[in-house]
């Protein structure tokens, strides 16, 4: 059949996305960006490190985070976002600030961070105190703790795995077991930190158990890049990226069009918990 009177391909968007060479999640970017948008992916080259800080240093240095810039400009993103936490934030809010002026200066063009899009996205939410939930060990978590403190952002529980490889393969069971213990103390929002950390589809299902807003290091990644371009990320139920689920999973029954004629129930019978099953 020819297909030439379609005219080819409508024009894509771009963002362009800098990761770790370990990264393992691309499918989960995806499941944020519009149809009209497309991700253009490079990784940092392979250093034969366990995630720890010293990785983090590794891979975050300026002259790292200048090639890979470099590199996407050929396609020409509107954005470049660096989608890894503990690169962002090991070297504190000034590090943070330092290598957004270094992929602007490579690329030309706006750029941000994982730790800086978390930034934004709290005070989206107009939260001050957080728990937060990580798959690293001790002292990146800490790490991640001291950046939050000096942004001024209260960590009032936390929950971490100590894991130095292969942090894609932690399932979710074991991040809503991780939330539970961490938001004990009733914080403002639950932060899961790590961009190599799966939470796409688990967000809702904690939101709507722990009630109270639930993001994650790749899903503040691809809404920060998408709002400087104008754009909606792509997320149902998510407090952060839907209005309704921000006033509270009540507000969901709330606004569901009517079941039509009939006996008007006494009470809404409440979400269901989140199987410990369920991975």
Same mark, same amino acid.
């Given at each position: 059949m020819?297909v030439?009177?379609?005219?080819g391909?409508?024009?894509? =968007?771009g963002i362009?996305?800098?990761a *770790?060479f370990d990264f393992?999640?691309?499918r989960?970017?995806?499941?944020?960006v519009p149809d009209d948008?497309?991700l253009?992916l490079?990784?940092t080259?392979?250093v034969p490190v366990?995630v720890?800080?010293? &990785?983090?240093?590794?891979?975050?240095?300026h002259?790292?985070?200048?090639?890979?810039? &470099?590199?996407?400009?050929?396609?020409h993103p509107?954005?470049v976002?660096y %989608?890894?936490?503990?690169?962002?934030f090991?070297? /504190?809010v000034?590090?943070e600030?330092?290598m957004?002026?270094?992929?602007?200066?490579?690329? @030309?063009?706006p750029a941000?961070?994982?730790?800086g899009?978390?930034l934004?996205?709290?005070d989206?939410?107009? !939260?001050? =105190?957080i728990?937060?939930?990580?798959p690293?060990?001790?002292?990146v978590?800490?790490a991640l703790?001291?950046y939050?403190?000096e942004? /001024?952002v209260?960590?009032c529980?936390?929950?971490? &795995?100590?894991?130095?490889r292969e942090?894609?393969?932690?399932?979710?069971?074991?991040v809503v077991?991780?939330a539970?213990?961490?938001v004990?103390?009733a914080p403002?929002?639950l932060?899961?930190s790590?961009?190599n950390?799966?939470?796409?589809?688990?967000?809702?299902q904690?939101?709507?158990?722990? =009630?109270?807003?639930?993001?994650?290091a790749?899903q503040?990644?691809?809404?920060s !890049?998408?709002?400087?371009?104008?754009k909606?990320?792509v997320?149902p139920?998510q407090a952060?990226l839907d209005?309704?689920a921000? =006033?509270g999973p !009540?507000a969901l029954? %709330?606004e569901a069009p009517?079941?039509?004629? /009939? *006996?008007?129930p006494?009470?809404?019978?409440?979400?269901?918990?989140? *199987?410990?099953? @369920?991975?």
């Open positions: 020819d030439s009177f379609l005219g391909p409508l024009p894509q =968007r362009g996305v800098v *770790p393992a999640l691309d989960e970017l995806w499941r944020w948008v497309s253009h490079t990784r080259p392979f366990e720890s800080l010293d &990785l983090a240093r590794l891979v975050s240095e002259e790292t985070l200048h090639e890979a810039v &470099l590199a996407l400009t050929a396609v509107e954005v976002a %989608a890894c936490t503990s690169g962002s090991v070297s /504190g000034a590090g600030r330092a957004i002026a270094a992929m602007q200066q490579a690329g @030309e063009l941000l961070t994982t730790s899009a978390l934004a996205a709290l989206e939410l107009g !939260a001050r =105190r728990a937060v939930v990580t690293y060990t001790k002292s978590t800490d703790e001291t939050l403190l942004a /001024g209260q960590v529980g936390r929950s971490y &795995l100590g894991l130095t942090i894609w393969r932690v399932p979710y069971r074991d077991d991780m539970r213990e961490a004990r103390d403002d929002a932060f899961i790590c961009t950390l799966p939470t796409y589809d688990v967000i809702p904690l939101e709507a158990e722990l =009630r109270m807003p639930v993001i994650s790749n503040v990644t691809m809404w !890049a998408l709002r400087s371009m104008g909606d990320a997320g139920y952060l209005p309704v921000r =006033r !009540a029954a %709330a009517p079941l039509g004629p /009939g *006996p008007v006494m009470a809404a019978e409440a979400p269901p918990a989140v *199987p410990e099953e @369920e991975g």
